[in-house]
């Protein structure tokens, strides 16, 4: 996992967010599935604009400058896999 690597941990941060979900939904979801990254409310949908209208949820993984390096739309279905493309983008970095 992310936060088991320091170098990806230092260096990539995971966030979520919630399209056109309220700050209160999105606080149960984290609970109840145990996220262990931020969640983001998008109450008015921009953020869902600006990162091309993925699908909901969406994770956007970005440099701690604010540099978008990926997005993904909906149900991480192979976590592994995703973590596998994470490390092989952090490389590139």
Do not use: C, W, Y
Request: charged share 30%; proline share 8%.
């Amino acid at each position: 996992m992310i936060e088991d690597d320091p170098a990806l941990a230092k260096d990539i941060k995971l966030i979520g967010i919630g399209i056109a979900d309220s700050k209160k939904k999105v606080e149960a979801f984290k609970t109840n599935f145990r996220v262990p990254f931020p969640l983001f409310p998008d109450e008015k949908g921009d953020i869902f604009m600006v990162v091309g209208k993925p699908s909901t949820p969406t994770m956007v993984m970005t440099t701690p400058s604010g540099k978008v390096l990926m997005s993904h739309g909906g149900v991480i279905k192979d976590f592994d896999g995703l973590v596998k493309e994470i490390r092989e983008i952090h490389k590139k970095q």
